[in-house]
T-cell receptor
């Protein structure tokens, strides 16, 4: 079964450092998403991406965050200057369409720990 | 009022029990309703999706949506220890992003 692949599975970084989280969405999917889940809290939307541009972003997705699809397969989330409160699980997801009864397929996540 | 409310549990049931999981929501524009299962330190896995009101059955799982009450349910029949996980309701309106509930942690005891 097709899956969304995320790397690394765990990233430890020092406060103020830049991190890049990587995702390979399902190949025929057109819409890509980043969500995050702080320990014990709900899964929260960060950003959606379609046709090489951001289609929607939440208030969490401030100027410290950026997304990119550098080639035909990878989808990345960059955090420029990490803060302690950025520690969370970050999930990438993709879907064939954004409307209709299509669920999102999620990756296994990257656990980001900012120290 | 939070957009999606879900009792976090934990919920503990004996093997073979019928489990009922529920969410309420406030946004009447939501049309697509989903249930995800999440094992510890893993990504959410899609279990069921439903469009608008009604029931949908898939094996031991039944999803119900009552849009008039803004209430959705997931029933698990003949629950198994392997069903032990966190169950997340999620919903969306048209082209808007998926919005999640906080999740209910379920333990099925053998």
């Amino acid at each position: 079964e097709p899956e969304v692949t995320q790397t690394p599975s765990h990233q430890v970084t020092q406060m103020g450092q830049e991190v890049i989280l990587r995702c390979v969405p399902i190949s025929n999917h057109l819409y890509f998403y980043w969500y995050r889940q702080i320990l014990g809290q709900k899964v929260e939307f960060l950003v959606s991406f379609y046709n090489n541009e951001i289609s929607e972003k939440s208030e969490i997705f401030d100027d410290q965050f950026s997304v990119e699809r550098p080639d035909g397969s990878n989808f990345t989330l960059k955090i420029r200057s990490t803060k302690l409160e950025d520690s969370a699980m970050y999930f990438c997801a993709s879907s064939e369409l954004t409307g209709g009864n299509y669920g999102y397929t999620f990756g296994s996540g990257t656990r980001l720990t900012v120290v | 009022q939070k957009e999606v409310e879900q009792d976090p549990g934990p919920l503990s049931v004996p093997e073979g029990a019928i489990v009922s999981l529920n969410c309420t929501y406030s946004n009447s524009a939501f049309q697509y309703f989903m249930w995800y299962r999440q094992y510890s330190r893993k990504g959410p896995e899609l279990l069921m999706y439903t469009y608008s009101s009604g029931n949908k059955e898939d094996g031991r799982f039944t999803a119900q949506v009552d849009k008039s009450s803004k209430y959705i349910s997931l029933f698990i029949r003949d629950s198994q220890p392997s069903d032990s996980a966190t169950y997340l309701c999620a919903m969306k309106a048209g082209n808007t992003p998926l919005v999640f509930g906080k999740g209910t942690r379920l333990s099925v005891i053998a």
